[in-house]
């Protein structure tokens, strides 16, 4: 069953990326691209890239440090990079996020859910983040900007960006009460909600979260800053990319619309999120540059930002298959002790 799964996630992506490939060729977006380029644009596109990533794995190293988990820098970069790898190519069955809670909880016996919980605050700050972001900066845009983007499908970004926001800012107002006054998860409607099948699994893990990181809510604030520069980070190497192609493209501030909305289509459940950045991105560089006189270059930027992801699994490869084969099977098994 999981190998079918596996197969259909396959096809859904390089269905995705061929259709992405099949129109660009058509409407010219890739010929003659390369050519009289300064490579400049490109390589800082990279480094910024590398940053933001780096600056995602330090989050996470603060976050599991916190909970006294005994997590060095460098193993946290290693494993974080070997994570990157494993997800993209969806490696066995083990995705990003087991990789770094078993090597969390494998180096603190007895901090299982430590360990786990490490990991999930890492992943909702950065989505948090990302709708955070992508909302403010759809309401620092004048209305005469959105005007233009008249398309029924930019309406309906429009609509998900203001709705992702304030649930986004309901969230983290709704943490901060229950770390300021954790009481408040004790009344009887919090009790009966964690006998419901689902929201009662996700609320009894939040409040073991807000139990465990209560005493340290400056982590928390250091982290979502840690996010909120990673999540700009990544939106100014998409920039530096489309500045590398020339041309009309969207300005650095509608990068930072665009970019937290591709980043969190690119967590879509296929294999490395394949496709559905790209996607995304192609769909919001038509709709931003749709009164520009230029063809839109969106794929051409997905792709190249891609390669900046490869470039990152890259790493992560060599580590890998570095490690000895008793560490990568374990890995692989991905179950925590």
């Given at each position: 069953m999981k190998q079918a799964v596996f197969v259909l996630k396959l096809l859904?992506?390089?269905?995705?990326?061929?259709?992405?490939?099949?129109?660009a060729a058509r409407e010219e977006q890739f010929q003659g691209i390369f050519a009289g380029r300064d490579y400049a644009w490109f390589a800082?596109?990279?480094a910024v890239g590398l940053l933001a990533t780096l600056v995602t794995f330090f989050r996470w190293y603060l976050l599991a440090r916190a909970l006294g988990l005994a997590m060095r820098l460098g193993e946290t970069i290693r494993v974080s990079f070997i994570a990157v790898f494993i997800g993209l190519f969806a490696f066995g069955t083990l995705g990003t996020d087991s990789a770094r809670a078993f090597t969390a909880a494998r180096n603190s016996p007895g901090k299982r859910v430590e360990a786990v919980a490490s990991v999930f605050v890492d992943?909702?700050?950065?989505?948090?983040?990302?709708?955070?972001?992508?909302?403010?900066?759809?309401?620092?845009?004048?209305?005469?900007?959105?005007?233009?983007?008249?398309?029924?499908e930019a309406k309906g970004i429009q609509y998900v960006v203001q709705v992702s926001g304030w649930?986004?800012?309901?969230?983290?107002f709704g943490g901060g009460v229950a770390l300021a006054a954790p009481q408040i998860l004790q009344?009887?409607?919090?009790?009966?909600?964690?006998?419901?099948?689902?929201?009662?699994?996700?609320?009894?893990?939040?409040?073991?979260?807000?139990?465990?990181y209560r005493s340290q809510p400056g982590v928390l604030l250091i982290g979502m800053l840690l996010s909120v520069g990673s999540t700009l980070l990544?939106?100014?190497?998409?920039?530096?990319?489309?500045?590398?192609y020339g041309g009309n493209h969207p300005s650095l501030a509608d990068h930072c619309i665009i970019a937290p909305i591709s980043l969190v289509a690119n967590a879509v459940p296929l294999p490395g999120g394949l496709g559905g950045m790209e996607t995304m991105l192609d769909f919001l560089y038509r709709e931003f540059t749709s009164s520009?006189?230029?063809?839109?270059?969106?794929?051409?930027?997905?792709?190249?930002?891609r390669f900046v992801f490869l470039l990152m699994a890259g790493i992560g490869a060599i580590v890998w298959f570095a490690m000895g084969k008793q560490e990568r099977e374990s890995l692989q098994s991905g179950d925590l002790p």
């Open positions: 859904i992506s390089a269905g995705l990326l061929g259709f992405l490939a099949w129109r800082a596109a990279v992943r909702l700050i950065g989505l948090l983040t990302m709708f955070l972001l992508a909302a403010g900066g759809y309401y620092i845009q004048s209305a005469d900007r959105w005007q233009q983007l008249s398309s029924p649930a986004a800012a309901a969230i983290l009344w009887s409607l919090f009790e009966r909600l964690r006998t419901w099948p689902v929201v009662g699994q996700i609320l009894t893990r939040v409040m073991e979260i807000v139990r465990l990544f939106a100014l190497s998409i920039y530096l990319l489309a500045v590398f520009q006189g230029d063809p839109p270059k969106g794929i051409a930027v997905a792709f190249a930002f």
